[in-house]
């Protein structure tokens, strides 16, 4: 069955600077969604990455698929406050049709 | 970790109907859940938030009497599809939130309107 394995598990980072999260895949991945979620609330879908080497950004946080659709990786820029929370990367499964799997997830903690 | 089941996995229903999918907590306590609902090839939207004993919120442009949810215990939410039609045909996934803020998922549930 397909894995996602996120890394770090969490991280602690000075307002300001720049961090970034990764998200290995056991299989080729077709879909690699990156999601956040602040601490008691829902997902908030970030963006969606699905050629090999394409690259989106969203405000200040940028995300890759690399060029063998195995692995992402989420950078946020000069970090903020803000930015705190949970980020989830979930890719479609290839078992049952659509269906997303997640990775554990990394918690964020940005000091002021 | 920590299990959430749905109920059932996969539904059929003709046009028209109402359709209850259960969301449990297995092993914990879960005071938030969350509804999403996923269209093929595209990420996870969330619907509302649910919390127990309360009425749920939620996101805008999610019809409130078209997607009934009840959050009855600390183990149970429900969605309920009030009058389905093929749009509302989908894949819906729910998921609780544990005292520690961890959010644990659900297998999901097809539901296909004829």
């Known amino acids: 069955s397909q894995e996602l394995e996120q890394s770090p598990q969490s991280l602690i980072v000075q307002e300001g600077k720049n961090l970034t999260i990764n998200c290995t895949s056991s299989?080729?991945?077709?879909?690699l969604y990156w999601y956040k979620q602040k601490y008691g609330e829902g997902l908030i879908f970030l963006m969606m990455l699905q050629k090999g080497g394409e690259e989106k950004s969203h405000e200040k946080i940028t995300a890759k698929l690399d060029e063998k659709k195995q692995q992402s990786s989420l950078h946020i820029t000069a970090s903020q406050p803000s930015h705190a929370g949970i980020y989830l990367c979930?890719?479609?499964?290839?078992?049952?049709?659509?269906?997303?799997?997640f990775g554990a997830g990394t918690r964020l903690f940005v000091k002021a | 970790g920590a299990v959430v089941s749905q109920h059932p996995s996969r539904v059929i229903c003709k046009s028209g109907t109402s359709v209850k999918i259960e969301c449990r907590s297995l092993?914990?306590?879960?005071?938030?859940m969350f509804w999403y609902r996923q269209f093929p090839k595209q990420s996870l939207m969330l619907m509302a938030t649910s919390n127990e004993g309360s009425k749920a919120t939620y996101e805008q442009g999610v019809e409130k009497d078209k997607f009934l949810i009840n959050h009855a215990s600390l183990t149970l939410s429900t969605l309920t599809v009030t009058s389905a039609h093929p749009e509302d045909s989908s894949f819906y996934i729910c998921?609780?939130?544990?005292?520690?803020?961890?959010?644990?998922f659900g297998p999901g549930t097809r539901l296909t309107v004829l």
């Open positions: 092993d914990f306590q879960a005071t938030t």
């Open positions: 998921s609780a939130s544990s005292e520690y803020n961890e959010q644990f």
């Open positions: 299989k080729t991945l077709y879909g």
């Open positions: 979930g890719a479609d499964g290839l078992f049952g049709g659509f269906k997303t799997i």
